[in-house]
């Protein structure tokens, strides 16, 4: 787990660094949860800082409780596991990164985090991926739609160079892929569904996305 939220968080500062944007409310509504989820007060932030000094068991069970669930399936082996990287997610997972290093994660040190994500404009998903080759992700497409509107990412971090052996003496590869989209076309009004595409095995799996039941 710390492999993961250490390449989360430095995909997040070396995208921020160079993708700055902002955005534009789209309603109330929209606005609302925007805000809830991209500003975090400072009751959400020492939420998720004792969230994340909870155990491996206590923090598993948030993840698994954040991962986006399938609405359509056709592939036959597992599907990739999603989590959306909001700060609160982030801050969850760095706060726990630093009890296990025998660390404190502090109020000052998640204020830092929301203000990186208020000005990068872009939400991410991670997405746990797997492959029966180091070669697998150059056929993966991943998109997000909302309506009639399909929304391609603006970049994908981890689908360049190889993926690594997934340790199981399977024969198969892992990699996490974190597609980034502009948060200005997207409603958080209203639901989305993220599509996962693998096009030379032309599977797919399309999971559901409730703005209103992301932390």
Do not use: C, W
Not at 160 to 180: H, N, V
């Amino acid at each position: 787990m710390a492999i993961m939220i250490l390449s989360l968080i430095t995909s997040l500062i070396t995208f921020a660094q160079s993708h700055l944007r902002t955005a534009t409310g789209q309603g109330s509504a929209d606005q609302q949860t925007r805000s809830r989820i991209f500003d975090l007060s400072d009751r959400q932030m020492k939420e998720a800082i004792a969230a994340g000094n909870g155990d491996l068991p206590s923090v598993t069970a948030f993840r698994s409780g954040q991962s986006l669930p399938v609405l359509e399936s056709s592939m036959p082996v597992a599907q990739p596991a999603v989590n959306v990287n909001t700060p609160y997610y982030y801050v969850v997972m760095m706060s726990y990164q630093a009890l296990s290093q025998g660390q404190r994660y502090t109020l000052r040190d998640a204020k830092k985090i929301n203000q990186q994500f208020s000005s990068l404009g872009q939400l991410g998903f991670s997405v746990k991926t797997s492959g029966d080759n180091a070669r697998f992700t150059d056929h993966i497409s991943i998109k997000l739609k909302q309506g009639p509107a399909i929304m391609e990412p603006d970049s994908i971090t981890g689908k360049d160079g190889t993926a690594d052996p997934d340790g199981t003496g399977s024969g198969r590869y892992s990699k996490i892929l974190i597609p980034y989209f502009n948060i200005s076309r997207i409603d958080f009004s209203q639901p989305a569904e993220l599509i996962y595409l693998d096009e030379e095995q032309n599977q797919s799996v399309i999971y559901e996305v409730d703005f209103a039941k992301i932390k």
